[in-house]
């Protein structure tokens, strides 16, 4: 009976927690159920403790909800303690948490996120200027471009190549109409560039950096009218061709610390004396500086001689300098891996600019890192997410292919599991690195500029496209590391490091940008607090207290969720759809209530020094991110009209992600600061130990089975892609590929009756023979000898003479 009574008072607690009914509602609920519990002590039997108990906890929650008392005994106490511990923040630091908005991220960081919203967020899809531009210009782009030739032979773009981006006012995809841009939504702009890349790297960037972070975006958010009128329409037709340079020898990732710099002086322009900047830069691995006529640049800017009226550190500043500029250094090249985009160093001395130069005019001096960090906030979710994907799904669509055409042991390597396993990986990496993608493109095109989720992009679809190379060179084997014209997969494995390294390196995305910032703004109450304890103005400790107890209430539900989703294996909560992806939707809000209650107890435990705490925040982030791919999975699935087809893929990537966060969060248990806490929590959030295993075998073999064969799933898990039907290296796998699944059965049929498998080798006299002895008909004897044929011209590889090669 004793027992009975402690569950039900445990049971209540959690009931108000988990509900996050507010503090006023619960210390209500908990005085009606003392009084309650007291009178029915006439009627049945109520143990006196229970009845105190009650009590006990409606006076805490008296001293919780009213708000003068709680003021008085806790919050205003902990004000100045919080202010104290408060660490220290940089200009530069704080511009860089503050870009951007925040969107699904707040909802993981909620522990309860709300699926109906997700949801309902629109699906997908390009407008028909959009699709017929794909379907037009940019096929005949990547029609028009040999990857080889273009790598190897030219080093350099060709000149037609060149004029046809320019003609498709290809530079122009973010620049308005009213400017003679195209004015493409982002889903557009990572449609082009996925395309593109799926074809040829070099071409792909060369289109996507004026199309990313630089001068055109700068201008079209900063810029005054004068300068967005006059360089503009010109970006658009590729009359200017523009280049960003912030990056210098010294400052690299902390590309805040340059020693670049614009000293506010007077000089000569255009005859005449006037207010300008005396610069001096030194930049490296600048993305088209070496063909640049518009150079977009990042310094610090000083004024000495108090020419402003103000102080002297003016702060980083942005310009737009003609490359013709007396003094500016531009042409040489670095040689990037795998791809010949142009790339190079630029370098400046005693270059006087006028004040009008600077991006945003003289008002915008000081003001370049935080534009800086608005831009990437959004950008960084288009370009560098497009060629991930691109790179999956290439991946995807060849290796599939490969290994069904490729025979070892008289069977298509595909077959057997352990090159299963690496096919598995690329299909579901794909689907996921692709669902993410796309959600997130809905969301920049809804006008959110989501900074941590663009960093999570970035990083997540880079890395799965490292993954997927990995894999398909296994797969290829020697096809994949001899180099040649027939060669499909060298270039784009060597060029991996590229997306990996720019826009963030990802080391520091993953250990200190994706949960720092994510933390601080994703999270429902720290930034508040942050902001009321920084706040001298007297309503600040209000803020503060109100802060700080929704903060308390919010640890306490989620500990609360954890422990009860836990021991309900995730039945406690709804899932908003029926079918297969229900028991997902409920595993996933389990693990948002778990990965936030884990959060705050780190942050709580660690303070401002856990962003010092790498391999924990790289943990959290990991957490985080797969949190993500996960809603963005489940809300593909949806979008797609739940195609139970598609579920291979959707399973894989489901259980990979959950995998991956247990496993994390596991990590960070383990390595909790305090000793004994992680136990404990590890307790709440995995009470029955840990639910999650890695894809199945059987998941395995039905993703691999799809990359397999030629179905409605694989076409969509590549849609996108530029699909060869030219006689070069990738068009050939198509071709040989479509051939083995047509010969299949006619080729069985002469294994089994004349005992020989059929290869590229023996076909000639064996079909002869099948055909005399009737085992296949004349039709199916063609079908075979072109099957043969094509599966030969893509094993093949090239060979040189030693000139050749040694020149
Ligand atoms: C092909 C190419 C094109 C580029 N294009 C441009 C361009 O157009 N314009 C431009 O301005 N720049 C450009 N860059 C520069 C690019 O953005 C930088 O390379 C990048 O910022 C990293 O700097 P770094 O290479 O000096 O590496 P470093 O900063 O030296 O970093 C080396 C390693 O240390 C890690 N690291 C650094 N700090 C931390 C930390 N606090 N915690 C954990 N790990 C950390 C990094 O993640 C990385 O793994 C380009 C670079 C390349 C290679």
């Known amino acids: 009976m004793e027992i009975f009574y402690f569950l039900i008072l445990i049971l209540t607690v959690v009931f108000l927690a988990y509900n996050r009914v507010s503090l006023l509602m619960s210390m209500a609920i908990m005085i009606v159920l003392t009084v309650a519990w007291t009178e029915l002590r006439h009627i049945v039997y109520v143990p006196s403790w229970f009845r105190f108990a009650n009590g006990i906890v409606a006076v805490i929650l008296i001293g919780f909800a009213i708000t003068p008392l709680r003021r008085l005994l806790i ?43 997700l949801l309902k967020v629109p699906a997908p899809a390009l407008t028909e200027k959009e699709q017929a531009y794909l379907d037009g210009p940019v096929e005949e782009l990547c029609r028009m471009t040999d990857d080889w030739e273009i790598c190897e032979t030219h080093r350099r773009l060709p000149d037609q190549v060149w004029d046809f981006i320019r003609e498709h006012r290809m530079f122009g995809m973010i620049i308005p109409e ?10 557009a702009n990572s449609a082009v560039v996925m395309k593109l890349a799926s074809r040829n790297l070099t071409t792909a960037i060369t289109v996507m950096v004026p ?11 900063y810029g ?8 503009l329409p010109l970006l658009a037709r590729g009359e200017e061709i523009p280049c960003f340079a912030l990056t210098s020898p010294s400052a690299g990732s902390d590309a805040a610390s340059m020693s670049d710099v614009g000293i506010v002086c007077k000089g000569e322009h255009k005859g005449k004396k006037v207010l300008g900047l005396k610069l001096k830069w030194n930049k490296r691995y600048i993305t088209l500086a070496p063909v640049a006529t518009l150079l977009g640049l990042a310094f610090k800017a000083r004024d000495p001689e108090g020419l402003l009226g103000g102080d002297e550190d003016l702060g980083i500043t942005c310009a737009l300098i003609p490359t013709d500029t007396p003094g500016v250094e531009i042409g040489t090249r670095h040689m990037p891996v ?63 292919a490969y290994a069904r055409i490729r025979k070892q042991f008289n069977i298509p390597i595909g077959k057997f599991e352990g090159i299963e396993e690496p096919l598995a990986r690329i299909g579901g990496r794909t689907y996921r690195m692709d669902s993410a993608r796309m959600l997130t493109l809905v969301a920049l095109d809804q006008g959110e500029r989501p900074g941590v989720l663009s960093a999570i992009l970035k990083y997540q679809l880079t890395e799965g496209n490292r993954h997927c190379f990995n894999d398909a060179m296994d797969i290829h084997g020697g096809k994949g590391i001899i180099t040649g014209p027939r060669n499909y997969l060298a270039h784009g494995y060597q060029a991996v490091p590229i997306a990996i390294t720019v826009e963030g390196a990802n080391i520091l995305t993953r250990s200190l940008i994706i949960f720092g910032q994510g933390a601080i703004r994703a999270h429902p109450w720290l930034l508040k607090e942050m902001e009321a304890a920084r706040n001298p103005r007297p309503e600040a400790r209000k803020l503060f207290d109100r802060a700080i107890f929704s903060h308390v209430g919010h640890v306490i539900s989620n500990m609360a969720r954890s422990l009860l989703l ?32 884990t959060s705050d107890l780190v942050l709580l435990a660690l303070g401002g020094s856990f962003k010092f705490k790498e391999k924990l925040s790289g943990r959290l982030a990991d957490a985080l991110i797969h949190l993500y791919m996960c809603s963005a999975v489940l809300k593909r699935f949806e979008d797609d009209g739940r195609p139970q087809e598609d579920l ?97 059965n006619a080729e069985n049929a002469i294994r089994n009756a004349l005992n020989e498998p059929v290869t590229y080798e023996n076909y000639p006299a064996l079909v002869q023979k099948a055909v005399e002895s009737g085992v296949i008909t004349e039709e199916q004897a063609t079908t075979v000898r072109l099957a043969q044929e094509a599966a030969r011209a893509v094993i093949e590889v090239d060979e040189f003479t030693r000139e050749e090669i040694e020149k």
Request: hydrophobic share 40%; charged share 20%; glycine share 12%.
């Open 211 to 221: 199309n990313s972070l630089g001068p055109g975006e700068l201008l079209l958010h």
């Open 224 to 231: 005054t009218e004068e300068q967005k009128n006059h360089y």
């Open 648 to 744: 291979p893929f959707l399973v894989w990537a489901m259980d990979d992600s959950l995998y991956i966060v247990q496993e994390s969060l596991k990590g960070v248990l383990e390595n909790f600061p305090i000793p004994g806490i992680g136990r404990l929590v590890r307790w709440i959030t995995f009470p029955l130990g840990a639910p999650y295993s890695p894809p199945s075998d059987r998941t395995g073999k039905q993703v691999a089975e799809l990359l397999l064969s030629e179905n409605v799933s694989r076409d969509r898990l590549v849609s996108g892609v530029y699909i060869s039907d030219q006689d070069d290296a990738s068009g050939r796998v198509h071709t040989a590929f479509h051939l083995a699944l047509t010969s299949t």
């Open 178 to 187: 009213e400017y003679g841009g195209l004015e493409f939504s982002a889903q």
């Open 75 to 117: 919050s205003d106490r902990l004000y100045g303690l919080f202010r104290k511990l408060l660490p220290t923040v940089s200009k530069t630091e704080q511009e860089a948490l503050d870009a951007g908005t925040v969107w699904w991220d707040a909802e993981i960081f909620s522990g309860r996120p709300r699926w109906r919203k």
């Open 566 to 597: 836990g021991l309900t294996g995730g039945l406690a909560t709804r899932s908003p759809v029926s079918g297969p992806t229900a028991r997902y939707f409920r595993q996933v809000k389990r693990m948002c209530a778990a990965f936030s209650f």
């Open 338 to 400: 795998g791809a010949v985009f142009m790339n190079g160093p630029t370098r400046g001395e005693d270059v006087f600019i006028p004040m009008d130069w600077i991006i945003g005019g003289q008002e915008r001096i000081g003001q370049g890192w935080r534009m800086l960090m608005q831009s990437l906030a959004a950008g960084r979710s288009i370009s560098l997410p497009a060629l991930g994907v691109s790179g999956g799904k290439m991946t995807a669509l060849m290796s599939g």
